[in-house]
């Protein structure tokens, strides 16, 4: 019954390779984030995806790709992995609107190698 | 840059004191909310102000905010153990759909 739930939980690949990273939320919320959590504990935003348009992409690079099949999941696909892209990466989702608050998923620790 | 900063970046206290952290942002704000996180854990909600507020409360947690001074407070009172976490302030700001978080304050308070 977890609201917003990620998988996988680690991730260890090599360089160049691509990978996805999962997320499904249960909340019937419009609104779903990915975030990119840094070694020094910096958020920031990646995307967000309301009623299946993008509407926020954060100077991240082309390589980062979010999927969306339908309004409770959003995938984020990463090609080409690069050293600098391991960090936690967290899904999170809301109501559309200003006043609300976002819910998190539990992270999905990427380490490429 | 969007992101906020927080002070002090690490707090210790003795459980049973109070904790404050403060938040400054740059621009212009529908609301300002704090969040949690624990060690390894996902962030959780624990309080919204809007923008036309000036103080808000919530069990053992009082938020300020001052909007001239573009500043948020968060006091815990009474602190335990189990509030050892990390605290970001976030905000909703005017024009975007998104929250920017500040940097964080990692707070541990000692048995």
């Known amino acids: 019954d977890t609201a917003v739930s990620q998988t996988p939980k680690y991730l260890v690949t090599q360089m160049g390779n691509d990978k996805s990273i999962k997320c499904e939320q249960n909340?019937?919320?419009?609104?779903m984030y990915w975030y990119k959590q840094d070694s020094k504990k910096f958020l920031k935003i990646m995307f967000s995806y309301n009623n299946k348009e993008l509407i926020i992409n954060e100077t991240v690079p082309n390589r980062f790709s979010p999927k969306s099949p339908d309004k409770a999941h959003l995938n984020l696909h990463i090609n080409s992995l690069e050293l600098g892209d391991s960090a936690v990466y967290f899904c999170?989702?809301?109501?559309?609107?200003?006043?609300?608050?976002?819910?998190f998923g539990q992270g999905t620790r990427l380490t490429v190698v | 840059s969007q992101q906020g900063e927080e002070d002090p970046q690490a707090l210790s206290i003795q459980e049973g004191e109070n904790a404050t952290m403060n938040c400054s942002y740059k621009?212009?704000?529908?609301?300002l909310q704090w969040y949690r996180q624990n060690s390894g854990r996902g962030l959780v909600h624990l309080i919204l102000i809007r923008s036309n507020e000036r103080e808000k409360h919530s069990g053992r947690l009082r938020v300020t905010l001052d909007t001239s001074k573009k500043s948020s407070s968060l006091w815990i009172t009474a602190s335990r153990a189990a509030d050892t976490a990390s605290y970001f302030c976030a905000t909703f700001q005017t024009g975007a759909n998104n929250l920017f978080f500040g940097t964080g304050t990692r707070l541990t308070v000692i048995p």
């Open positions: 909340l019937g919320h419009d609104t």
């Open positions: 621009t212009s704000i529908n609301n």
């Open positions: 999170a989702s809301s109501l559309v609107g200003e006043n609300t608050e976002a819910f």
